[in-house]
């Protein structure tokens, strides 16, 4: 089942929970409910919502990543299930164990994924690809030559113009590709606990501080989804500057997880491919297979099952 990404962005949202559904107020507005066990990411982006206790419980046991974010719309905290896999401490420690040229051929295989992804979105936009698919195949084991960083050098110059440059600080350009950033990391994160996996146990990313280093590891070949729904939308607003305050901006940034991308050969919602990818990357962590079923190519169009729903 392909589950719903929902944001609740409306002033004096009340959000509650009844019969297994979720409850949604808002003033000057019709009540609505939707059904508990179809939410996979919720975000709240309203400073004055209100929540019931059983909202956090029934989500969380439902699986769902709950995301708060600030008043510039990007998220300031998220929660996820605790208890989400029936193997979990097996995992974990198997994951522990995992040997450093595993971890090494995993990088490889996600960076290498994440070239050859950013190759093609500049071939969509440009008609060229600046040399990064023939980049992707030279990436070698831990990738020591960090093509990563080679590939971004030509990349950001290539999609955005030569005065662009990635600031996670800026607003823009950059606060679309934060915001996008963030919804697919949750999505990634999920899967991530729903695979057993710790997500603060990363294979390259290593910050101490960070509780999702394993989650952002698996999210870089997905980021250049995001970037190319970024470009999609500077293109519509012909000059015209545009940000996070906008709905219908932020409604296409959400509606990324119901696009649909080719995964091991076959078509997925970006959302159902997450899952895929996490679940292969438990099998390589614990001693199974070591090949990753990663993304491969441009969305091929919106799975009109879901999408995402901002109110």
Known sequence: ???KTMEFSTPGTRLSVANRQLVVERP???RITRPIEDMGVVIVDDARATYTQAV?????SAGATIMITGRDHLP????????AHHVQTERHRAQVEASVPAKKRIWQALIAAKIAQQGAVLLHFTGQHAGLV??????????PENLEAQAAQRYWPALFGKAFRRDRDEEGINALLNYGYAVIRAAVARSIVAAGLIPSLGVFHSNRSNPFCL???LFEPYRPFVDWRVRLLVNEAEGRRIGLDEKPVRA???SLLAETVLVAGRRYPILLAIELSAASLSRALTGGEMELALPQGLPLGPDLLDGGEVG
């Open 1 to 3: 089942m392909l589950r």
């Open 28 to 30: 000057d507005m019709p």
């Open 56 to 60: 956090f419980l029934e989500l969380l």
């Open 76 to 83: 300031a905290g998220m929660m996820l299930p605790l208890d």
């Open 134 to 143: 023939p980049l992707s195949k030279r990436v070698r084991s831990g990738d």
């Open 215 to 217: 989650a952002d590891d």
């Open 252 to 254: 296409a940034l959400l």
